[in-house]
C-alpha cells in the first residue's frame, strides 16, 4: 500500500505569495492533518479535515486555509507569504477522525524569500 | 491546555548503550494516548511506540520502551542496544480523543560509532 504522499517536495517563493501544498493519503484514510514544522518549535498543528469537513484547528492565522476532497486528497494554502512561513509542511493521514495513530507523509520544504 | 515538553534538545549514546529521552506533559484527562516518533535525516515521521493512558503497563516494541508515570505525567523512551540507525530526531506526543496531536520541540539523538 502506497505510503503518504506530498508535493511539490521543495517550493521557493516570494513574500506575499501564495502557495498551495498537495497532500494524498494512504488509500483507505479519510482524516487528513497537516503540521508545520520549524527547528525550535518543533511539529505546530495547522488543521485537521475529515470527509470534506474541518474537525479540528490549530492556532495559525486566517492566511492558513485548508480543504479536502471526496477522494480525501487535501490541499493547504497559505496567502500573503510571509518569512516567517519558511518551514517544512508535514501531512498526515488516519483511517479516521481520532485514530490513534497517523502516518506521515515526507513533507514540504517552502522557503520564502 | 496541553502541552508537551522534551527538555533535552540534544542527546548522544555510544552504539550498544542505553538512551532514555525524557518528556513530560500536561492534561486534566485520565483518558489519552501518548507517542514517541521518530524523524530520521530523510525527513520521514515514523511512529515508533504508542501508550494509552487507561494501560499500566509500560508499552514495549523491541529495542524500544518506555516509562510511563501517569501521576507524574512523565513519558519517557529508553532505547536499548542503540544502533547507528536510530539516529534521528524524536518527537514526544499527546493525544485526547478525538483532537489535535500536540507535540513536543523534540530531542535529537546521535549514535557514536
Known amino acids: 500500500k502506497a505510503g503518504v504522499t506530498q508535493t511539490p517536495r521543495y517550493l521557493i517563493k516570494t513574500r506575499g505569495q501564495q502557495v498551495t501544498l498537495s497532500c494524498s493519503p494512504i488509500s483507505g484514510h479519510r482524516s487528513v492533518s497537516w503540521y508545520q514544522q520549524t527547528p525550535g518549535q518543533g511539529l505546530q498543528f495547522l488543521f485537521e479535515y475529515f470527509s470534506e469537513t474541518q474537525r479540528n484547528k490549530g492556532n495559525f492565522p486566517g492566511r492558513f486555509s485548508g480543504r479536502q476532497f471526496s477522494n480525501s486528497r487535501s490541499e493547504m494554502n497559505v496567502s500573503t507569504l510571509e518569512l516567517g512561513d519558511s518551514a517544512l509542511y508535514l501531512c498526515?493521514?488516519?483511517?479516521?477522525?481520532?485514530?490513534?495513530?497517523?502516518?506521515f507523509g515526507p513533507g514540504t520544504r517552502l522557503t520564502v524569500t | 491546555a496541553q502541552t508537551v515538553t522534551q527538555s533535552q534538545p540534544e542527546m548522544s549514546v555510544q552504539e550498544a548503550e542505553t538512551v532514555t529521552l525524557s518528556c513530560t506533559y500536561d492534561t486534566s484527562e485520565s483518558d489519552y494516548y501518548l507517542f514517541w516518533y521518530k524523524q530520521p535525516p530523510s525527513r520521514q515521521m515514523i511512529l515508533v511506540i504508542r501508550?494509552?493512558?487507561?494501560?499500566?503497563q509500560n508499552a514495549t516494541e523491541n529495542r524500544f520502551s518506555v516509562n510511563f508515570q501517569k501521576a507524574a505525567k512523565s513519558f519517557s523512551l529508553k532505547i536499548s542496544d542503540s544502533q547507528l540507525g536510530d539516529a534521528a530526531m524524536y518527537f514526544c506526543?499527546?493525544?485526547?480523543?478525538?483532537?489535535?496531536?500536540?507535540f513536543g520541540t523534540g530531542t535529537s539523538l546521535t549514535v557514536i560509532p
Open positions: 501508550q494509552e493512558a487507561y494501560k499500566q
Open positions: 498526515a493521514s488516519s483511517q479516521r477522525t481520532g485514530a490513534h495513530e497517523q502516518y
Open positions: 506526543a499527546y493525544r485526547f480523543f478525538g483532537n489535535q496531536f500536540y
